[in-house]
């Protein structure tokens, strides 16, 4: 084979060789896009269910046919009751908080009283929190809040040989604070601690003996929590 014929079937070859270069080029890719990250979606809505001990810090102003009891006095039993709360975020530090439960109670005489049975009574005190939640602490989610009680009294039954026994429904403010340790997305556990300011009047055989009871509750409550 001449020079001058090698030399042409090389040429040709790059050609070809280039010319199918640009043809692959102009081909749509076969690789795929990277898919964006799926973004999880924030809900304003938690609830919790909680384990709740009740724990009276009573005291009493009572009067006796107008006059008052020198010494008198009252002893409330501490209860252990199931306890729902529901939560509504705002933003991610602001929410607000009501917590539904009921818990019985027995009162008995205390002071120069003591030894008395008075009565027992249920306690249903709805709660509206508003909360402030603490962020950047990872699993671990502190919060306090403050709010306004409102509890009503219902199922009243006098003891030891009084004829009735009645309890004025009444507000009161209420102060908490409390955590929550989340466990995956959804799914955590609770620890909270509520302190209310409850003062109703109390009147037992129809007025006979009459006043205020200071029953000022601790309510310390654990449990799960479920962020939607």
């Not at 929550?180 to 609770?190: P, S």
């Amino acid at each position: 084979m001449s020079r001058t014929i090698r030399l042409s079937v090389c040429a040709a070859l790059l050609a070809g060789t280039a010319l199918t270069s640009a043809q692959a080029a102009d081909l749509p890719s076969t690789k795929k896009a990277p898919l964006a990250p799926i973004l999880t979606q924030w809900s304003p809505w938690m609830i919790r269910g909680r384990a709740l001990v009740v724990v009276p810090q009573e005291d009493a102003k009572l009067k006796l046919g107008g006059a008052p009891i020198v010494g008198g006095d009252v002893n409330i039993s501490n209860s252990v009751v199931p306890e729902l709360d529901i939560s509504y975020f705002f933003t991610q530090n602001i929410a607000v908080e009501l917590v539904l439960g009921v818990t019985p109670h027995n009162v008995k005489g205390a002071g120069t009283l003591a030894g008395t049975r008075i009565g027992s009574a249920w306690l249903l005190p709805p709660t509206l929190m508003l909360q402030y939640h603490f962020t950047g602490l990872g699993a671990f989610k502190p919060y306090v809040g403050a709010g306004v009680n409102y509890t009503v009294f219902f199922n009243e039954k006098a003891k030891g040989g009084f004829t009735s026994f009645d309890l004025q429904n009444t507000f009161g403010l209420a102060l908490q604070v409390g955590f929550d340790y989340m466990l995956n997305e959804h799914w955590g556990i609770n620890f909270d601690v509520k302190k209310i300011f409850l003062e109703p009047k109390v009147k037992v055989n129809n007025g006979l003996i009459s006043g205020k009871v200071k029953i000022d509750p601790w309510l310390i409550g654990t449990g799960i929590t479920y962020r939607f």
